[in-house]
Structure formats: structure tokens, C-alpha cells
């Protein structure tokens, strides 16, 4: 089992920034991916950024130039750091860890979700 634990959300105006955080425990070996997605409201989940094992990223096009993310691999912690943040980021974001092989998940875990409310 692998437990993660999301950090960082909140509200903030536009053009602001956050940073979330992601601390995984337990059972890391193996997990190969991990991502942030989110959901708002009326909303599918969708992915946000992801990071392999080897250090590859790839971002949704809507945050690609503003969002970065990145990870410590001495702390098992991943970040995304947003940057000017549009209304249109506001949901609820999740952090993701899976072993993917051969193009199936072959097993993931998901966090609890953290609020990122941007508003005027």
C-alpha cells in the first residue's frame, strides 16, 4: 500500500501562486509514475502534470508554461508549482502514484484531494 498526502491548496486571486505538495509512504517500489490531477466542480478528473520515475514530465495543455512539476526523491515528495493561476484552475487536486507497464496501470493509489479556490 502506498499512502499519499496532499499539502498546500487554498484561495488565492488571479495571477497568484501555490505550491502543493505530496508526501508518499509505504510501499514506493515499483511506482514508476505519479501525477496531479483535478476535478472541479461538474467536471471529469483530468491530469494535470505528470513525472516518471526517470524524471520525464508532460502537462495538460491549459497549464503547460505555467505549472511546473517536480519531485524530491530523497523525501518520496512531489510539487506542483502554479503560477498565474486563472479562475479556471479552481478544483479540487489530486495527487496519483502508479507502476504502469507496458502501457497498462498496473496498480495506483490516489490522495484525500486539496482545495485550490482562485477567485477575486
Known amino acids: 500500500q502506498v499512502q499519499l498526502v496532499e499539502s498546500g491548496g487554498g484561495s488565492v486571486q488571479p495571477g497568484g501562486s501555490l505550491r502543493l505538495s505530496c508526501a508518499a509512504s509505504?510501499?514506493?517500489?515499483?511506482?514508476?509514475?505519479m501525477a496531479w490531477y483535478r476535478q472541479a466542480p461538474g467536471k471529469q478528473r483530468e491530469l494535470v502534470a505528470g513525472i516518471t520515475s526517470g524524471g520525464s514530465t508532460n502537462y495538460a495543455d491549459s497549464v503547460q508554461g505555467r505549472f511546473t512539476i517536480s519531485r524530491d526523491y530523497a523525501k518520496n515528495t512531489i510539487y506542483l508549482e502554479m503560477n498565474s493561476l486563472k479562475s479556471e484552475d479552481t478544483a479540487v487536486y489530486y495527487c496519483?502514484?502508479?507502476?504502469?507497464?507496458?502501457?497498462?496501470?498496473?496498480?495506483?493509489?490516489w490522495g484525500q484531494g486539496t482545495q485550490v479556490t482562485v477567485s477575486s
Open positions: 496519483y502514484a502508479g507502476t504502469i507497464g507496458l502501457g497498462e496501470v498496473l496498480r495506483d493509489y
Open positions: 509505504g510501499s514506493m517500489s515499483g511506482i514508476n509514475a
